[in-house]
């Protein structure tokens, strides 16, 4: 009955579970969220929910996990793009709240996973896939010529993430009077940052 209240096969049903744990989750916070809660804002019992995941802790990890696969870096890796023009995007990218749902879960991921080394594994996992996918499209630039071979793809994959998670982290903490960076002046910015990666020329 359920199923048919929500018009979609199972897997439909289990993507939408997530979506709504992805929201409740970040919202929420992972200790004062509760199943009920999750199944209700899909119209469903919480028997839907741990007839596929055993507990909250399960749910959780899966909804990290689902989250990633939506982050705004699995769009635009096989774009027919230069790597400078998609790091631009990328960078474009960090102060939109187009994404806000995905990155509060994240946020929160990442101050569960600190406290409890049970789910560090699947932050780590999901922080991994995001560093190989980041490290393609540095090596791609290295390919092209965009991006200094000399420069170490570890270290330029680290500040790509440092700056994903930390402007975030920036525009959640700040005053709420003081007014984020206007996009023209950052991404400005950002293209001096992106430059910076180039191959030095010589004569």
């Known amino acids: ?37 999750i199944a209700r804002s899909c119209g469903l019992t919480t028997g839907a929910i741990y007839a596929r995941w055993a507990s909250k802790r399960e749910m959780f990890m899966a909804a990290v996990e689902h989250a990633s696969a939506q982050r705004m870096l699995l769009l635009i ?18 102060l939109t709240d187009s994404r806000d749902r995905t990155r509060n879960l994240w946020l929160e991921a990442c ?24 490290a393609e499209i540095v090596e791609a630039g290295k390919a092209e010529g965009t991006i200094d071979a000399s420069l170490s793809t570890e270290a330029v994959v680290f500040l790509c993430q440092s700056l994903g998670l930390g402007t975030y982290l920036a525009l959640r903490s700040q005053a709420l009077e003081r007014p984020r960076p206007d996009d023209d002046d950052w991404n400005a910015l950002m293209a001096r940052v992106i430059e910076c990666l180039r191959p030095e020329r010589t004569g």
Do not use: C, W, Y
Not at 5 to 29: K, M, Q, Y
Not at 111 to 134: N, P
């Open 77 to 94: 890796k096989n774009l027919e793009a230069t790597a400078e023009a998609k790091l631009s995007m990328l960078s474009a990218n960090l």
């Open 111 to 134: 101050v569960v996973g600190g406290r409890d080394v049970s789910l560090h594994g699947t932050i780590a996992r999901a922080q991994e896939t995001e560093a190989f996918e980041l």
């Open 1 to 37: 009955m359920e199923l048919g209240r929500l018009g979609g096969g199972p897997e439909e049903v289990t993507n939408r579970l997530l979506d709504a744990a992805v929201i409740v989750f970040g919202e929420r916070g992972f200790e004062a969220a509760t199943v009920a809660e």
